[in-house]
């Protein structure tokens, strides 16, 4: 799980980097701090003459006895000193950018590798939409947290105890009052965020609310389009948006009526102090350089104040960010079999036994319940049956794509648990009945990653009877193809799902209503293509149109499970 322990591993990686980085922002704050004090000491030493240790400094390296030299060398020595903290800043910055991307690269891996190995029935559960929206706005969140903790957060602790000191030399008990009242202020807020936490938990809710609807409405936008449902699509993203902008609006103003009244708070301090200052110069304590120079380091506290403040929202919004994005890391994970026996290897198909297997996507709903068949090899199966009788179910368990509830699974009298799904994904074929494309080229689409050859492509196109319209297209195989093929019909995404899985030239195929968008003629013209090649090995066809049911040898209709009232 992605938690605040899991950040601090992933930092332990990178030692060396951030420990330069933390001894840069040392400098920077040795450099920084006293700049300020310059110009005051300039007021006292060569303005009004009084006697101090700035002006005997400078004359260490240069004797001068110019007021218009010593500010000259002032102002000179005030840019030098901000370039510095600039250039500095940048090589800190830079280390620390470095680590933040690498972590945020190791967060998106081990969520893709548990996405790789996720049940597809679970998968299925959560969505893309809510997926993508996770591992990019979540991440970001998290990331920018520990960016803050590594980065932002060091550099304004280290000002304030800069600056800290600094005061307490000037005048103790002028910084009293504001090393005193401020850290109270700062806990008085502490206590008032924590009762704001269920606020940003239901803002936090409503965004992955609206990203998930917005991203998955996007993906399906073609289809809203045709079955012209523009209207309701965009009044659910409106309405959802709508909720973004109350949520948001209801913790926003609660959080600046919290962070107004520290504020309030602070420039009361101030006020205080500022009072105090002007009296203890008036009774000689302290002289007009030196209030100066309080002024601008009281003024200068209440940035990295504000900063540290919304670093306690920033840790607030990490943590919700987290747990969104081990609602992806909760996801089941398929079981893993390591291979033990290869039922494929020299065979040229194989036979299929399922043995008392049961299924369910919830304990309510029952898709498969103590199921046998017995598939020989080389025989042709067609599978009918209404809706929700579990066709496409059965399917995605042949393939090891949802985990069975019970029973057993045989390929060539070898069970799935010996064989492993990777083997058995390597040696069966899949037609979907929707297919779904890569926006990219004709080739990629048809390899998926897998190298072929120009020659073995056409061969299976012209089985999947695809060639002629590729051979027309100015730039054949390498034609885009457009958002899941929104270039092709139907018929043409069916077809060239086909191709592609016969490339993979598997043992066992599964056709799910794989021609269903195909007009009479082309299916006629497909499945006599197919004979050749599909002759002996192992056909699963799941189908309504008779003329494919006739291909088959053997016909299994199925028919839902009637739950038993309770």
């Known amino acids: ?54 002006i005997d400094f400078i004359n260490q390296f240069v004797q001068i006895n110019s007021a218009e030299y010593y500010i000259l060398i002032v ?87 800069g600056m800290s000191a600094v005061l307490l030399y000037l005048n103790w008990k002028l910084a009293l009052v504001i090393l005193i009242i401020n850290p109270i202020v700062v806990k ?61 609006y209801e913790y926003e103003v609660k959080w600046f009526k919290s962070l107004g009244v520290a504020r309030l708070w602070m420039v009361y301090s101030n006020t205080l102090f500022q009072m105090l200052a002007v009296y203890f110069v008036y009774i000689g304590e302290m002289s007009i350089g030196e209030m100066m120079a309080i002024f601008v380091y009281a003024g200068m506290v209440q940035a990295p104040m504000n900063i540290l403040l919304r670093f306690v929202q920033s840790y607030h919004d990490a943590k919700e960010a987290m747990d969104r994005l081990n609602d992806i890391l909760r996801l089941k994970k398929e079981p893993y079999y390591e291979m ?15 043995r008392d297997v049961s299924f369910a996507y919830d304990e309510h709903k029952s898709i498969l319940k103590n199921f046998n068949l017995k598939i020989e090899a080389g025989e042709k199966v067609a599978i009918t049956g209404e809706t929700g009788s579990g066709k496409s179910t059965l399917a995605n368990i042949l393939m090891g794509l949802y985990p069975v509830t019970k029973g057993k699974i045989f390929y060539n009298g070898v069970e799935v648990k010996e064989v492993g799904f990777e083997k058995i994904r390597e040696n069966i074929g899949f037609v979907l009945q929707s297919p779904l494309m890569f926006n990219d080229t004709l080739r990629y689409n048809l390899s998926i990653g897998n190298e072929y050859s120009d020659e073995e492509m056409y061969e299976a196109l012209k089985v999947a009877q695809l060639y ?62 197919l004979d050749d090649y599909i002759k002996n090995k192992t056909v699963i066809t799941i189908a309504h149109r008779q003329t494919t049911i006739d291909k ?15």
């Open 468 to 529: 002629e319209f590729v051979q027309e297209l100015p730039k054949k195989l390498d034609t885009i193809i457009g958002k899941n093929g929104t270039k092709l019909s139907g018929g043409q995404k069916q077809r060239l799902s086909i191709a592609r899985v016969l490339l993979d030239r598997p043992k066992v195929i599964i056709f799910d209503e794989s021609t269903s968008s195909l007009d009479n003629d082309t299916e006629t013209k497909l499945l006599d293509a």
């Open 75 to 161: 102002f000179i020595l005030t840019l030098f000193l901000h370039a510095l903290v600039v250039i500095i800043g940048i090589m800190r910055n830079a280390y620390l950018d470095k680590v933040s991307e690498e972590i945020r690269l190791n967060m998106r891996q081990k969520i893709l590798l548990h996405l790789k190995k996720v049940s597809m029935s679970e998968y299925d559960m959560l969505g893309s939409g809510s997926i993508s929206s996770k591992m990019g706005t979540d991440i970001r969140v998290v990331i920018d947290f520990l960016s803050s903790s590594m980065g932002t957060i060091v550099i304004q602790l280290l000002k304030l105890f």
């Open 340 to 354: 033990k026996k290869d039922p494929f290897r020299g065979k040229e198909t194989a036979s299929i036994e399922l």
């Open 552 to 566: 088959s040898e053997n016909v299994l209709r199925l028919y839902p499970i009637k739950e038993e009232k309770r």
């Open 1 to 54: 799980m992605i938690t605040f322990n899991y950040l601090l591993e992933q930092v332990k990686l990178y030692k060396k980097p951030i420990i330069i980085a933390n001894v840069l922002a040392l400098i920077v704050t040795f450099i920084s701090v006293p700049i300020p004090l310059f110009i005051p000491f300039l007021v006292d030493e060569v303005l009004l003459g009084k006697e101090g240790k700035f």
């Open 188 to 248: 008085m807020f502490v206590k008032v965020f924590k009762k704001l936490s269920e606020l940003m938990k239901d803002r936090n809710k409503t965004i992955a609310t609206f990203n998930n609807s917005l991203v998955e409405g996007l993906e399906l936008f073609n289809q809203i389009r045709v079955q012209n449902r523009e209207n309701h699509f965009f009044d659910k993203i409106n309405h959802d948006a709508t909720e973004v902008r109350d949520k948001t």
